[in-house]
Structure formats: C-alpha cells, structure tokens
C-alpha cells in the first residue's frame, strides 16, 4: 500500500513535469522529452495500481496496458521526429 | 529492519528518477539532455522491476531507453542546434527562448492544480478500489488462455483486440514516416573494432531474441522485447555502415511491416469461419496460434523499428524494378 501510493506519487510528479516541460519548451527535441516524460509518469501510475504488496501477485491488466503504451509511445516519438525533419526540410526551402 | 532497507530504496529510486527527469528538460545541450532521458528510461526500468512487473521492466529498457534514445540521438545528427561545440558560450538559439514570466507562472500553476486533482483521485481510488483488482479474475481463467504468463495472456488473449489495434497504430505511425521523405544519410563504414563488435553482438542479439519470443509465454518476454531486440541489432548494423540496415528489399520488406497485423487479423477472421467469436482462441489451439501471432508481430515490430531508426523512406522500399521503372535516369539511358 504505502510502496503504490509512493510510486503513485512519483508518477504524477513526473507526469506534472512532463506536462509543464511539453508546454513550455520552445524546440520539437525538448517537447518530444518532456512528453516522453509525462507518458513515463502515467505508466508509473498504472503500475503502481497493479502493485499489490511483496508476495501477491501483481494485476497483469494495467502491466499490459503499459506495455501496449511503451510501443505507442515509441512509435509516436519516431513519427514526431520525422514531421520535425520535414518541416525543417520546407523551411529550409524558404 | 528489512522494511527501512526496502523504503530507502524506494525513496533512493524515486529521488534518481525525479532528478533525472527534471535535469532531462532543464539540461542547456540537447544531446545532454537525450543521454539524461536514456538514463533516466534505464532506472525506471529498475523501478518496473521494483514493482514486480518485469514484462514491462524488459520493455522499458529495450524500447523506452534503448530505441527512444537511438532515435533521438539519430535526429540529433540533423538538429541544427547540436551542431556548435558545447564548450563555447550558448548563442541566442531560438531553442533558449523563455516564455514570459507571467505565462510561465501561470502555466506552473495550472499544472499543479492538475497534479493535485490527480493525486486526490488517486489516493481516492487506491484506497477504495478491490485489493484484488483484475488479477484473480485473469489467474482463474488463465489455464485456458495457452500460456502462463499473466501478461501474455492479457496481452495476446483476453485484451487481444488492444493488442492488434496497437500493431496497426504501429504500422500507421510506419506508413507516415515513409510518407514524410527518404531515408536520412547512412554512417561511414565501421573501423575494424566496431565491425568486429558487430558481428559477435547481432548473432547474440537475434537468438536473444528469439528466445524472449519463445520464453514469454510461461516467463518475462515476448514479442515486443524480442521485436525490440531485432530492431536493436538493425541499428547497430546500421550504426557499422550498412545503410540498409539488414533489412530485405522490396516486397519481402513489405510483407515483413504488414506480417503483425496480417496474421493477427487472419487468424481472427479463420476463427470467425470457424464458428467462434473474433480472436476467441480454443483452448487446445491457443497455445500454438498465440505463438504464430507472437512471432509475426516480432518481426513486424523489429523491422518497423528499423525503419523508424532508418528515418524515412529507403531506397530499398521499392523492388529492383520498381526502382528501374522511377528512376528517370535508368530510363533515358534505354535504347
């Protein structure tokens, strides 16, 4: 319980940083961390539900979950880096 | 005794992840910052393993550290921004623009309101909610899922539809990266010490992979660490010089992107003929049709990786004569 809770907490701190770090930051580099960041914290958040103590065995749905979001996240991150080259490669054009 | 030791680690952990993710955004040199992010990927990896999760902990190294970090470091090549030496002074990139303060203020706020909402939520829900949770229900019906591994069977049988929708998310962030344009520029051959490194690591790397994919579906594994290790040895391949990366060329390339989703899908619809709801394994048939799925969805999932490391288009996309048939060159050399 208080091992959840304090993962739990970690992961919303990261998630609340990541969020800030997505809004604020200027360069598409920086923005893909900090939401990279965010997604981290809300897996953090899952997994820590899934959690049940030392001995029992943990709940495999939201470990799923996560894991289903890793590979998304992933992908999202490589498409967002190929938009950012293209657009710099249309700018460049100007 | 054991418990201090135990609530020191977590509070050691949880400390290393925040200063991490915090030094990760705040770090003035981008390249810094993306070695910070693959850092912080590999302790939350130990964090996951903590939590008695290491399906995801595998994960988390292997695709959130490992090929996130490869990505963004492949991108930081053609970042303008990297290019000065970080030891002179920084100059007024557009990248060191802050927003105003009052803006700034503002945003930090709402964030925070956000982060406090969610925690009451959270606590809220830890509290309230079943101490069980989904597991029992998972672990009574798991003998008839064909595996024993808790997650492969959420993964590949009772959540089976999350699972093909996320190979066919794959293959649609695949599609648009090859949309966006060609291939970035390859590496320089390897000297003789990396090309030498890279043929005692691929070999090593694809039988690790292969036996995630065959181990994960009675222990920690499966198809997408396997698949991420696949695409692992792609880019060390490319990283030695190879601009293809390993990859097949032309329609073999194709068939292997469209391998997950396709058999996924088949097996699905062959189902759906045979009198049985949509990906409703036979128990007596799960075993081996969850293995089949597992091991497109690998090579799948390695190659669309490879690709993604690739960049964009390349050149071997299309076959021998396709390439023959586009390129004007070819063309107006013909009698």
């Given amino acids: 319980m208080t091992t959840a809770l304090l993962y739990g ?3 919303i701190g990261l998630a609340v940083l990541g969020l800030r770090g997505s809004l604020a930051q200027v360069s598409l580099l920086r923005r893909l961390l900090a939401l990279n960041l965010m997604g981290s914290g ?5 997994g820590a539900v899934a959690y049940r103590g030392p001995g029992l065995p943990p709940d495999p749905v939201p470990q799923a979950l996560v894991l289903t979001g890793i590979v998304v996240a992933v992908s999202a991150t490589a498409l967002a880096l190929a938009l950012g080259r293209r657009l710099r490669e249309t700018q460049d054009h100007d | 005794m054991d418990g201090i030791a135990l609530i020191l680690l977590d509070a050691l952990l949880i400390l290393v992840l925040l200063g991490l993710a915090w030094a990760t955004l705040e770090s003035r040199d981008p390249r810094r910052g993306v070695v910070l992010f693959i850092a912080f990927g590999l302790v939350l990896a130990l964090v996951w393993a903590r939590l008695a999760a290491p399906d995801v902990a595998l994960a988390e190294a292997a695709i959130g550290a490992g090929l996130s970090g490869a990505l963004l470091l492949a991108a930081l090549r ?3 921004e990297a290019g000065h030496d970080p030891s002179e002074p920084e100059p007024a990139t557009p990248a060191r623009r802050r927003l105003p303060s009052l803006t700034n203020w503002a945003l930090g706020l709402l964030c925070l309101g956000l982060g406090l909402v969610v925690t009451w939520a959270f606590v809220d829900a830890l509290s309230v909610a079943d101490p069980e949770r989904l597991a029992g229900q998972v672990m009574a019906r798991i003998v008839e899922s064909g ?3 808790p997650v492969t069977a959420v993964l590949l049988n009772f959540r089976g539809y999350d699972t093909l929708l996320e190979l066919a998310v794959l293959l ?3 599609l648009g990266i090859l949309a966006l344009g060609p291939e970035r520029g390859g590496y320089a051959p390897a000297g003789p010490v990396l090309a030498g490194l890279a043929g005692w690591l691929i070999p090593g790397l694809i039988l690790t992979g292969g036996y995630l994919l065959w181990v994960g579906a009675h222990a920690p594994g499966g ?3 396997a698949g991420a290790i696949l695409a692992a040895a792609a880019v060390i391949r490319r990283l030695a010089g190879d601009r293809a990366a390993g990859l097949p060329q032309g329609l ?7 391998a997950g989703v396709a058999v996924f899908l088949g097996v699905g619809l062959a189902l759906l003929v045979a009198g049985r709801p949509f990906l409703g394994f036979p128990p007596t048939w799960a075993g081996t049709l969850i293995l089949a799925i597992e091991s497109a969805a690998t090579l799948a999932i390695g190659a669309t990786l490879a690709l993604a490391f690739v960049g964009g288009r390349p ?3 299309d076959s021998p004569q396709q390439r023959r048939a586009l390129d004007p060159t070819q063309v107006r050399n013909q009698p």
């Fill in chain 2, 315 to 317: 050149a071997a996309w």
């Fill in chain 1, 9 to 11: 907490l970690a992961g």
């Fill in chain 2, 172 to 174: 649609a962030a695949l």
């Fill in chain 2, 78 to 80: 053609d970042e303008p």
């Fill in chain 2, 252 to 258: 073999a390339l194709r068939a292997l992107s469209l």
């Fill in chain 1, 42 to 46: 809300v897996f953090l958040m899952l």
């Fill in chain 2, 147 to 149: 595996v024993s591994n």
């Fill in chain 2, 223 to 225: 198809a997408f660490q």
